[in-house]
Structures are given as structure tokens and as C-alpha cells.
């Protein structure tokens, strides 16, 4: 294990940057798959540069790419737009972010992969999340359905019988159906574009659970890495990242509307028209971190709870407590 953050920054305004954003990209070429890889990478660049703040950091992995995307990399870096590139070989996703957490003490670091397209306003709401729900510990901004069953079952079993954790409509179902024809998934349950498990804060809505595709973690979950992970992908090496805050009990949630698009490998039209507006707010970065959480409740919450939540009968008990209409539990 290597210690990433030794010290955390304690006021908004006692670094020049307060959020960091990594970003390993992989393409090691332009045919076949990786045709459009490059193109879609510009626009994620394009519209990180263009919807975030300047108190961004920005930095770039570049993980065994040809030399096109190296080039590309070192001009943006030559011309002050994005703030550290790293270039390696092909060491895998999960060794790439570690490289970019090293020697970082941001309040915020969002990981997301190369092919996002970012919209106006996901750095503003990210930060709302954080502040609106102290135990948040990773906000994604794209949802997806039935996220709240992975690794979220300690919100689950702290608001079993709440009226904060409750069935909310999905805001937008288009744009949620838009990313899994991004994927080439197949929808088989339209029930899952209608409702899906959130929590409220007065107003202020957001889904419980958080894909890993694009999302902003706080910093202090990386507090202890491990120094080499042996797979390049899978391995569960994504799902170490993804269950890190468990250990401090934070929540992972979504924003209730889409601020993000998933390009994939195929670059379309629309994507070119997409505008964007750069965030000019000044955000609010002081939250609460917390401390590494009793390891019997650990088990409670994370294992026990999610044994018991496996079993078809109690999560249809559980639908029934969180008011999920009768026609949807046995399809949801």
C-alpha cells in the first residue's frame, strides 16, 4: 500500500486548485475499433476544458496510446489547457489512476474515462451533492437504473424504514436510454426508466448508488492504495476503487438529471453540436470527511445487509416498504 494524502486541505481557498480530474485514455490506434477513439477523446477534453472551473486540475494519463493522442497531449500541456500528462505504457486502467492520484490533495478528484462528453453544470450540481448529503462520498452524473444495488447497501440498511430513501421518477428517461445504446445494451424492463431509488434532501433529489465510468469521489477515500494492481482490466480492480468509501460508511449517489454523455467508440453527429457554458461559480469545497468505520458494522451494513438483500423475498418485502407500486415489484 502506498499513503496518497497525507494531509487534507481544510478551506476552499487554501490551494489554487480544489477539484482534480484524471483521466487515463487508451488508443492504440485508428482502425477497427479504436477508429473514432481519438475524435471522441478531443470532445471530452473539449468539454472539460469548456464546463469547468479554473480552480481545475487536469490531468491526463496516457496509457500506451499511438502517437497521435501523445502529441495531442503534449501541445494541450505545451499550451497551459490542461496542467500534468503522463505517459506510459499499456499498464492498465487501474495503475493509470493511481499515477494521477500520487502527490494530489484536491478536496474532490472526479475519475472518468476518455470517451465522456461532459455538459454544463456537472461540476456545480457534483459539489451541491457533497454539501447537501455530508455522508456522500462518490456522486456519479450519469444515471443508470437499478444502480442502488451495487455497493450502496449501507444507505439501504441506514434508510430501510425512511421516507428520505423512497422510489423517485427518473428525470430523464431519454438520456438514460440514450447510454445504454451507447453500450449496445438491450433494454428488456421499461419499469426501470420510470422509477428508481433516490434520497431527498428538501427539494433536492438525487439517485442512491453511482456507476464508475465517470464519477467524483472525495479525496480522502484514497487516503491508502494499493501500489501495483496485476490486472490491466477486470481483476476486480475497478471494484476496489468503487468500494473504498464503504470502509468510511459514505454513500455513493447520482445526480436525479444526466450531465454527461457516454460517446463509446462511434463518433455521431450530435456530438459535435453539444455547447457548453463554463462554469464561473464560485463552489463551495469545504466538506466533512470522515473517519474509517467499525469494522462490525462494516460487516453489517456491506455483507450481511447484502446477503439478505440477494434473497428475491426480502427485496420484494423491501420494494413494499419503499412504496414501489404492486405492478413493478415483481419485475423490478
Not at 21 to 47: A, H, M, R, W
Not at 72 to 77: C, H
Not at 137 to 159: A, E, R, S
Amino acid at each position: 500500500m502506498v499513503r496518497i494524502c497525507s494531509e487534507m486541505k481544510s478551506t476552499p481557498n487554501s490551494s489554487r486548485f480544489n477539484h482534480q480530474v484524471i483521466i487515463p485514455v487508451y488508443i492504440p490506434g485508428n482502425e477497427g475499433y479504436f477508429k473514432d477513439g481519438f475524435k471522441n477523446f478531443q470532445l471530452c477534453i473539449t468539454s472539460l476544458l469548456q464546463t469547468s472551473h479554473d480552480k481545475t486540475f487536469f490531468t491526463v494519463i496516457n496509457n500506451g496510446s499511438h502517437s497521435d493522442v501523445r502529441s495531442y497531449l503534449d501541445s494541450l500541456r505545451a499550451d497551459g489547457k490542461i496542467n500534468e500528462v503522463i505517459h506510459t505504457e499499456n499498464i492498465g486502467k487501474a495503475n493509470a489512476i493511481v499515477k494521477g492520484l500520487l502527490s494530489h490533495h484536491t478536496e474532490l478528484v472526479t475519475i472518468t474515462d476518455a470517451d465522456v462528453l461532459f455538459l454544463s453544470g456537472w461540476q456545480r450540481e457534483t459539489a451541491a451533492i457533497f454539501k447537501a448529503f455530508p455522508k456522500a462520498g462518490v456522486v456519479g452524473i450519469v444515471p443508470q437504473y437499478k444502480m442502488f444495488t451495487y455497493k450502496t447497501h449501507n444507505i439501504l440498511f441506514d434508510y430501510m424504514f425512511s421516507r428520505k430513501l423512497k422510489f423517485i421518477p427518473v428525470k430523464n428517461p431519454v438520456a438514460m436510454e440514450n447510454f445504454y445504446h451507447s453500450i449496445g445494451r438491450e433494454i428488456t424492463n421499461r419499469d426501470w426508466f420510470e422509477l428508481s431509488l433516490g434520497l431527498s434532501a428538501g427539494d433536492f433529489d438525487v439517485y442512491a448508488g453511482s456507476g464508475h465510468f465517470v464519477a467524483t469521489y472525495k479525496r480522502d477515500i484514497f487516503d491508502e492504495v494499493p501500489t501495483f494492481f496485476k490486472y490491466k482490466l477486470g481483476g476486480g480492480s475497478l471494484q476496489y476503487f468503487d468500494g473504498r468509501g464503504l470502509h468510511k460508511d459514505y454513500w455513493r449517489l447520482t445526480t436525479h438529471d444526466n450531465f454527461a454523455y457516454h460517446m463509446g467508440n462511434v463518433h455521431e453527429k450530435w456530438m459535435d453540436d453539444v455547447t457548453f457554458e463554463k462554469e464561473t461559480s464560485e463552489l463551495d469545497y469545504a466538506f466533512p470527511v470522515s473517519e474509517k468505520m467499525n469494522a462490525v458494522m462494516y460487516f453489517v451494513k456491506n455483507k450481511l445487509f447484502y446477503k439478505l438483500f440477494t434473497s428475491r423475498r426480502f427485496r420484494r418485502f423491501y420494494y413494499k416498504v419503499k412504496k414501489l407500486p404492486k405492478h413493478m415489484i415483481f419485475r423490478y
